[in-house]
């Protein structure tokens, strides 16, 4: 495909997540900062995320939402990157990229809110408890410096990007699997990149 890549985004949104990945893909595409109060929920944007949510991307005529699927797609879209395995060694892959983006996702928001699930009921929650959750995700990453396979890809850039995003801010435990493996990804070229370019676009406090 040869259309424009346009990407929707705010710096301080899992938007990053989405650019990490652009910048893995390593085509060009257009930046469209959005704002959470104002252009996020007017109808030109609500038109192509009816959540008025970030991020988002176009490409061409398809419309991409929630990270795990913008990384899936490009992955796909560009499989020049290298960015996912072949389809008979994506078992990892998929089920790694979609567990962060399901149960740990779900786990860590509840646990944030202090939402406990009472262990009679927990067989009705998608994650059951936030402590298995956060210890099969220990498990999924120990030893290994990729996921997927002896290669980074995208289900990296995604599941990374949630390990380091809940260690920063508290929300999951700073265990010495989770440092090892985030910490192995964090240096890379695009990684660098793409924190840099979002934090350029922070407001600064005056």
Same mark, same amino acid.
């Given at each position: 495909?040869?259309?424009?890549?346009?990407?929707?985004?705010?710096?301080?949104?899992?938007?990053?997540?989405?650019?990490?990945?652009?910048?893995?893909?390593?085509?060009?595409?257009?930046?469209?900062?959005?704002?959470?109060?104002?252009?996020?929920?007017?109808?030109?944007?609500?038109?192509?995320?009816?959540?008025?949510?970030?991020?988002?991307?176009?490409?061409?005529?398809?419309?991409?939402?929630?990270?795990?699927?913008?990384?899936?797609?490009?992955?796909?879209?560009?499989?020049?990157?290298?960015?996912?395995?072949?389809?008979?060694?994506?078992?990892?892959?998929?089920?790694?990229?979609?567990?962060?983006?399901?149960?740990?996702?779900?786990?860590?928001?509840?646990? /944030?809110?202090?939402?406990?699930?009472?262990?009679?009921?927990?067989?009705?929650?998608?994650?059951? /408890?936030?402590?298995?959750?956060?210890?099969?995700?220990?498990?999924?990453?120990?030893?290994?410096?990729?996921?997927?396979?002896?290669?980074?890809?995208?289900?990296?850039?995604?599941?990374?990007?949630?390990?380091?995003?809940?260690?920063?801010?508290? /929300?999951?435990?700073? +265990?010495?699997?989770?440092?090892?493996? =985030?910490?192995?990804?964090?240096?890379?070229?695009?990684? =660098? +990149?793409?924190?840099?370019?979002?934090?350029?676009?922070?407001?600064?406090?005056?």
């Amino acid at each position: 495909m040869t259309d424009t890549l346009h990407f929707y985004t705010n710096p301080m949104s899992r938007g990053r997540i989405a650019r990490w990945m652009l910048e893995e893909v390593g085509v060009p595409y257009e930046t469209h900062l959005l704002d959470y109060s104002t252009t996020m929920k007017a109808p030109e944007y609500l038109a192509i995320n009816p959540m008025g949510k970030v991020p988002a991307i176009k490409h061409g005529r398809t419309v991409v939402t929630e990270c795990a699927a913008i990384c899936a797609y490009l992955a796909d879209a560009f499989p020049q990157a290298g960015l996912a395995p072949a389809v008979e060694a994506r078992g990892d892959y998929y089920r790694w990229l979609f567990f962060a983006a399901g149960p740990v996702e779900a786990a860590v928001t509840n646990q /944030s809110l202090g939402v406990v699930v009472p262990a009679e009921k927990r067989g009705m929650a998608g994650y059951g /408890s936030f402590e298995d959750t956060i210890n099969a995700l220990e498990q999924a990453v120990t030893g290994k410096r990729y996921l997927a396979g002896d290669a980074f890809s995208a289900a990296d850039v995604y599941v990374g990007s949630q390990i380091g995003w809940g260690m920063m801010f508290g /929300s999951i435990d700073k +265990r010495q699997a989770f440092e090892t493996y =985030v910490g192995g990804l964090m240096s890379r070229p695009a990684s =660098v +990149r793409a924190r840099a370019m979002d934090d350029a676009l922070i407001p600064k406090k005056p």
